[in-house]
T-cell receptor, first 113, second 109 residues
Framework: DGGITQSPKYLFRKEGQNVTLSCEQNLNHDAMYWYRQDPGQGLRLIYYSQIVNDFQKGDIAEGYSVSREKKESFPLTVTSAQKNPTAFYLC????????????FGNGTRLTVT | EDQVTQSPEALRLQEGESSSLNCSYTVSGLRGLFWYRQDPGKGPEFLFTLYSAGEEKEKERLKATLTKKESFLHITAPKPEDSATYLCAVQAGTYKYIFGTGTRLKVLA
């Protein structure tokens, strides 16, 4: 089955530690995205990547980093510089035709204490 | 400024009681409007794409419509399994998507 796999589903970390969230897709999509979802707020864009070895900052990139070494993979690192990292993180990808919906994974819930 | 506003924030319906969810948008160049369903703890599931005013899409008990300023998601004779959060998003640029905050729908048996 084609789709987007995010792992792990739940992640717990201590404050001050970096943590990496995994996102893998087998849809052969070029574009991939990371969003953050908080209660009462719309999805907010962290980073997106149009193609391998290229990525762009979104609206709330501070405290986050990404890499795109393979078409299938777009991991997100939440660094200790992110002031409020506890949230639900969603990875998405998009078909190559430009005017298309995003397809989402099932998210990772990160809790930092 | 590009913006998407969904209303109401929450909606409780009795099973079989039809209603509509609203998504109003302000965007300089609409490339597409998308509806998603999101269940608790899961990622959004794509439902519909609308590209131009007057367009309608239908799937089971759901029907999405689009005007130049807003979109409606009509739910006909809902069932408890339709309970979810419904998200609206607009594509405002080649890679730019703007999401509303969603409508939480609860259908009571």
């Amino acid at each position: 089955d084609g789709g987007i796999t995010q792992s792990p589903k739940y992640l717990f970390r201590k404050e001050g530690q970096n943590v990496t969230l995994s996102c893998e897709q087998n849809l052969n999509h070029d574009a991939m995205y990371w969003y953050r979802q908080d209660p009462g707020q719309g999805l907010r864009l962290i980073y997106y990547s149009q193609i391998v070895n290229d990525f762009q900052k979104g609206d709330i990139a501070e405290g986050y980093s990404v890499s795109r070494e393979k078409k299938e993979s777009f991991p997100l690192t939440v660094t200790s510089a992110q002031k409020n990292p506890t949230a639900f993180y969603l990875c998405a990808s998009r078909p190559d035709s430009y005017n298309s919906p995003l397809h989402f994974g099932n998210g990772t819930r990160l809790t930092v204490t | 400024e590009d913006q998407v506003t969904q209303s109401p924030e929450a909606l409780r319906l009795q099973e079989g009681e039809s209603s509509s969810l609203n998504c109003s948008y302000t965007v300089s160049g609409l490339r597409g409007l998308f509806w998603y369903r999101q269940d608790p703890g899961k990622g959004p599931e794509f439902l519909f794409t609308l590209y131009s005013a007057g367009e309608e899409k239908e799937k089971e008990r759901l029907k999405a419509t689009l005007t130049k300023k807003e979109s409606f998601l009509h739910i006909t004779a809902p069932k408890p399994e339709d309970s979810a959060t419904y998200l609206c998003a607009v594509q405002a640029g080649t890679y730019k998507y703007i999401f509303g905050t969603g409508t939480r729908l609860k259908v009571l048996a």
